[in-house]
């Protein structure tokens, strides 16, 4: 079976730079080449067009090509165009794309096209109480309701996609995987009462509530450190550097107490997560985050949001504790009990490993996806 899948970012130093849908596409890529099948990888709005091969996958890298009138259209359409001349030369079987603003709402494929729901504009507005601009929103419906099949990442976002966007269709749950010989325990000391978060510095995640949550760790515990690794983002409501605004909620005898490390590469990402005592990750709006699941493969106790999806990643008091970010006392209470207890710390680090060895392991997922695509061909 071939199998290929349409997305504007893949994780790979001949593309541009790439968040959790790439990690999740290139985890899923990478074990349906390991079960036997043929995968590509079409990857749009790029620096340039390229082929090559990465790690048995094909990768097509396609510029984004610029015009005076029309270019949604006119992109869209060549992009089509590509597409079904490689279908059609390399007997490619099933199509995938994301929800994420609708890049298939024009175009028709010689093959089925499967949407995978990890979270479309209109989900993420949803979640944060934003309006959607109709523009986005017309065109995230019409991928959806011009697909042959959708599936999600959690069962959270199908019903919430399904009721955003007035779907009849029902949508198939196959969760995001991880590479658990990948992501492991190293060896690699942990520091005491160092405390990460990592990710995008953005509003959505909860780094604004982490603020207010750490003016309370570190009030109780004065040798306390938040890391925080990740690209700082421009702030959707105020247009300022959300990194700055986060300074601003903390009390300014703290600042000394808190380190910004930026965007980081996936070694050093595994290296901060290995050196924490306790990960955070307060989010208000995912699908079904990479981050918590790459942190509970490597044996981290985690304090996370209580949210939607939530129960279906962690369980409270076993993996760690799912806490609402907006109760920014039980949230610290939390993550100060852990720091406290190497013991429990261990024993929670334990349990979540052996949660998404069971659950979210490549190994295990690409069985599930197998079966699917299989009942398409």
């Known amino acids: 079976m071939h199998i290929a899948f349409l997305t504007p970012e893949y994780p790979h130093p001949y593309?541009?730079?790439?968040?959790?849908?790439?990690?999740?596409?290139?985890?899923?890529?990478?074990s349906l080449v390991e079960a036997g099948e043929r995968v590509t990888v079409f990857v749009y709005s790029q620096a340039?067009?390229?082929?090559?091969?990465?790690?048995?996958?094909?990768?097509h890298s396609i510029a984004k090509r610029k015009y005076t009138f029309a270019g949604w259209y006119l992109h869209s359409k060549f992009l089509q165009r590509y597409i079904n001349k490689i279908i059609l030369l390399d007997g490619i079987n099933v199509l995938e794309a994301p929800d994420w603003t609708g890049i298939t709402a024009l175009m028709h494929?010689?093959?089925?096209?499967?949407?995978?729901?990890?979270?479309?504009?209109?989900?993420?507005?949803?979640?944060?109480?934003?309006?959607?601009?109709?523009?986005?929103?017309?065109?995230?419906?019409?991928?959806?309701?011009?697909?042959d099949h959708i599936l999600a990442a959690s069962a959270f976002t199908a019903k919430l996609t399904k009721a955003i966007f007035g779907?009849?269709?029902?949508?198939?749950?196959?969760?995001?995987?991880?590479?658990?010989?990948?992501?492991?325990?190293?060896?690699?000391?942990?520091?005491s009462n160092r405390i990460l978060y990592y990710g995008s510095v953005?509003?959505?995640?909860?780094?604004?509530?982490?603020?207010?949550?750490?003016?309370?760790?570190?009030?109780?515990?004065?040798?306390?450190?938040?890391?925080?690794?990740?690209?700082?983002?421009?702030?959707?409501?105020?247009?300022?550097?959300t990194q700055e605004l986060f300074m601003e909620v903390v009390k300014s005898k703290f600042h000394n107490q808190i380190e910004f490390k930026g965007l980081l590469p996936y070694k050093a990402v595994q290296e901060e997560i290995a050196k924490a005592s306790v990960v955070v990750l307060p989010s208000f709006a995912e699908a079904l985050p990479m981050t918590w699941i790459e942190a509970m493969a490597m044996e981290?106790?985690?304090?996370?949001s209580n949210i939607g999806w939530a129960n279906e990643v962690m369980i409270d008091g076993e993996t760690g504790y799912a806490v609402d970010p907006k109760d920014h006392q039980?949230?610290?209470d939390a993550i100060l009990q852990l720091l406290d207890s190497e013991t429990?710390?261990?024993?929670?680090?334990?349990?979540?490993?052996?949660?998404?060895s069971e659950k979210f392991a490549t190994q295990v997922v690409v069985k599930q996806n197998l079966e699917f695509y299989k009942s398409l061909v």
């Open 15 to 30: 593309l541009n730079r790439s968040g959790g849908l790439g990690t999740s596409i290139k985890n899923l890529a990478s």
């Open 48 to 59: 340039e067009d390229r082929e090559f091969e990465d790690q048995g996958v094909q990768i």
């Open 109 to 147: 494929f010689k093959c089925p096209l499967v949407i995978r729901c990890n979270g479309s504009d209109g989900y993420f507005c949803h979640l944060d109480s934003r309006k959607q601009k109709p523009k986005n929103r017309w065109f995230e419906m019409q991928a959806l309701k011009n697909a």
């Open 167 to 191: 779907l009849k269709n029902e949508i198939q749950v196959i969760p995001n995987s991880i590479d658990t010989e990948l992501f492991k325990p190293v060896q690699i000391p942990e520091v």
């Open 202 to 241: 953005i509003r959505k995640k909860g780094v604004l509530e982490l603020a207010e949550i750490c003016n309370l760790v570190f009030k109780e515990n004065a040798s306390a450190r938040l890391i925080l690794a990740g690209n700082d983002v421009k702030d959707v409501f105020t247009g300022r550097s």
């Open 300 to 304: 981290k106790a985690l304090v996370t």
């Open 330 to 332: 039980a949230y610290s």
């Open 344 to 356: 429990l710390r261990k024993r929670m680090g334990i349990n979540a490993r052996k949660r998404v």
